[in-house]
T-cell receptor, first 113, second 113 residues
Framework: NAGVTQTPKFRILKIGQSMTLQCTQDMNHNYMYWYRQDPGMGLKLIYYSVGAGITDKGEVPNGYNVSRSTTEDFPLRLELAAPSQTSVYFC????????????FGPGTRLTVT | GESVGLHLPTLSVQEGDNSIINCAYSNSASDYFIWYKQESGKGPQFIIDIRSNMDKRQGQRVTVLLNKTVKHLSLQIAATQPGDSAVYFCAENIRGGGNKLTFGTGTQLKVEL
């Protein structure tokens, strides 16, 4: 299993541009999450999904959108990039067993200038 | 709102010594806790977890202690090695919170040779 994969690893955007951060997991996990991590800070939840076709807002959803058309994929969309969205973005997934461990991807480092 | 926080942002230890990383939480409904390790440029990696009906759990060189009376947990790393240098996060699951983890800010562990 590759686990959770994210693309791209790095990206530089100009203000106002849009992009999609890709996330795929091959563990057949129902739950998927998007976090952002600012320098020296913890993880803040942007959006999450409890299964295909179901998404919900997390703590910091403004400026982002998500979709979950399949179990495997959970892309994160930035429509009008702003400097405040400069961050490292992590995708994670979790199965439906009794524990709450989330499995994380390697992250995407995004800079908006 | 209630959140998970860490006491020490940076901890420096000598190689071979034991490390103790602390975490405070404030939500009485927290029923599960995880410690994650994040190396530079990588996603968080699961270390150990503990449920709220336990006081202690041991893994390989790591022990987590949970004190529900004062809402405090700690991660103890025995015989700290250079490879233990990383940022350590505690995260909590709040019962009824929808399978979402709340992360603390993190503690940077530096192992000195």
């Amino acid at each position: 299993n590759a686990g959770v994969t994210q693309t791209p690893k790095f990206r530089i955007l100009k203000i106002g541009q849009s992009m999609t951060l890709q996330c795929t997991q091959d563990m057949n996990h129902n739950y998927m999450y998007w976090y952002r991590q600012d320098p020296g800070m913890g993880l803040k939840l942007i959006y999450y999904s409890v299964g295909a076709g179901i998404t919900d807002k997390g703590e910091v959803p403004n400026g982002y959108n998500v979709s979950r058309s399949t179990t495997e994929d959970f892309p994160l969309r930035l429509e009008l990039a702003a400097p405040s969205q400069t961050s490292v973005y992590f995708c994670a997934s979790k199965g439906t067993s009794g524990d709450y461990e989330q499995y994380f991807g390697p992250g995407t480092r995004l800079t908006v200038t | 709102g209630e959140s998970v926080g860490l006491h020490l942002p940076t901890l420096s230890v000598q190689e071979g010594d034991n490390s103790i990383i602390n975490c405070a939480y404030s939500n009485s409904a927290s029923d599960y806790f995880i410690w994650y390790k994040q190396e530079s440029g990588k996603g968080p990696q699961f270390i150990i977890d503990i449920r709220s009906n336990m006081d202690k759990r041991q893994g390989q060189r790591v022990t987590v202690l949970l004190n529900k009376t004062v809402k405090h947990l700690s991660l103890q790393i025995a015989a700290t090695q250079p490879g233990d240098s990383a940022v350590y996060f505690c995260a909590e699951n709040i019962r009824g919170g929808g399978n979402k983890l709340t992360f603390g800010t993190g503690t940077q562990l530096k192992v000195e040779l």
